[in-house]
């Protein structure tokens, strides 16, 4: 029996137990109240941005905004299991409530000891666990079939209980509910924040010693050695070793991503949707005799990879202002689409962006994906490799994506064969690549984004 799976864990801990009575939780309820309208609002904008604006405008204490963090998180990491838990369309109050009392359960317990009257929580509890048992016991009723196969009783149940839209699981990779359930729930923790440190024996060192002096604990990654992984941040931005290029700050997921294509970048390079520049410079320290071009068709974003550029003293790099220009310098040896995408690998960082997709929007940026695709298959050279790669969980826009472009340009591209690496240990099927989703059960130490990679060389 499948029952005791230990992934499916109530997000509240044993707070019956643990919340003590004490007089601060006046003071910490109207602070969450303030943040309703915040909640509303992200609706439309990313979590972190309504975040940060929010606390800035209430001048908020450092306790206060990492707190008022965390629970905003959980909210919204919760928010859809809560929702049908309570039966309320959308009372952000209560949300809050909750959401509190789930950052409470991973906070500490000094936080705990704010509380003067949890009853009434409580009770909200109660409900809320009422009703996951009885999402609990649809999912393992059907645990080992094919989604396919699943009732629509239990998908609802599982969108329900991950606090998911539909969508993630009708256009998932999913082979079984097991396996969706397991993702899903991975997709529920917190993740530490990876760094990555240039290639550079002594500049690596002295960074990791300035880190390790400000009292920032390091582990390192099992799969790279200049992934640098951190429970504890604090102030790494204000470090030398960030104000100098030494450190980025880059998830694990795109790190390896860059070296499993390592071989395949070099000459003359496109970056085309270089974002703020996060691949470009990885690519830049990886393969520094390449000539990188950075394109974005957001130039605002775009912009922000020249202080990093300063910061690194990095030659290699031009950033180019138009499409023209991205056709002026074609063909490119190299051309990598880090496509923008539903980004539901990421989803432990952007907890909110369960909330933006729904079907249209879906297939809308698949859309744009195949567009990027097809209009990049002249900028490469001939001989010259298209590498697509999305930080996306959901096959529509992985392998489903990557097979029909190659089934329209077969005459012209041949896909290449990627083989697990021991950096890049998670090969979904002998040939692409895909860190996270669709792993072997057994995620291992792997502790970073979904990333997925499938590369093509034109003949
Ligand atoms: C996944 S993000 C890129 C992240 C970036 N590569 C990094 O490592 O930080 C996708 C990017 O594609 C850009 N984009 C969307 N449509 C595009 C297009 N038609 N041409 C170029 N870039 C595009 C978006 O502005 C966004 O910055």
Redesign the pocket.
Known sequence: MLCEEPFIKPWWGNLREEIPNTRYAEKIFERAFKLERLLVESASRPLDLALSEHQRALRMGKNDRNLLGTALYSAARNREALISSVGVNYEAGLLLKIGFLDALGSVNSEILGTFSNPDELLEILDEVRGKREVWLQKIYDEWEESIALCSSETIDALCSLFSIPKVFIEAGPWRSLYEAAKELARGKERQALHLRVKRDEDLSKKGIEELSRAGIDIKFSTYTTYCLIIDNPKNIRGLQTFRNGVIEIQDEG?QLLVEAASSFIKGKVL?????????ALAMSDIAPEADIYA????LR?LNGIHPRIRRGGIKNIKTLGSLDEVSANAPYDFVLI????TSTGTIRRNPDIAWRWDAESVEQIVN?QRD?LCNSVSLVKRGGVLAYAT?SLLSVENNLQFESFLKEYEDVFEEVVLKPTSANPFAEKENRLSFGARLPLDLGEYNGDSFYLAIARRR
């Open positions: 795109s970056d085309l949707c270089a974002g703020g520049g996060g691949k394109f974005d068709i957001d974003r880090d496509a923008p995408c744009t990027l930080c």
